[in-house]
């Protein structure tokens, strides 16, 4: 898709009022200055969040050996792993511990491998104002999306 389409789309979800029309950045003045001069905001990694909690996944890995069985065939297939690898992997991915372990590991590291920046709908709540507006210092900017 080109911008173009993401434009109409993202339209539409304004139209239909699965989105807000305007959406709200607070920040200090300090971020409000490199936003401004740069033209651009930042989005940083879940793993710098002030909450700890934020971007977590519930994982389920209750599954039957019959799912691990395809689960795993899915991976090996897609990497082109070799017999000997393609069985490693099958036994860590049999062991529910392991598979927990694995599973958590990977998706911390998919998350963490992509960038956020939050927005809010509200542009007077006094918790954003004092937690990421500088403690009441900084600024609430406005995007019309």
Known sequence: MDSQE???IIKKMVDN???????YKFTS?????????????????PSSFNDPFDCNITIDTNNTDEE??????DIANNKNLNQADRETFLSNMLD????????????KKRIDSH??????????????????ADSYNGVCIKFDI
């Open 68 to 73: 691990v069985h395809a689960f795993v065939n």
């Open 115 to 132: 960038g956020l920046s939050c927005f809010s709908k509200c542009n007077s709540n006094l918790l954003m104002w004092a937690h990421y």
């Open 96 to 107: 529910p511990n392991e598979r927990f372990r694995i599973t958590s590991t990977a998706i």
């Open 29 to 45: 003045i300090d971020i409000l200055i490199v936003i401004l001069k740069k033209g651009c905001i930042k989005f940083s990694k």
């Open 17 to 23: 009022n699965e989105l807000p029309r305007f959406v």
């Open 6 to 8: 993401y434009t109409m």
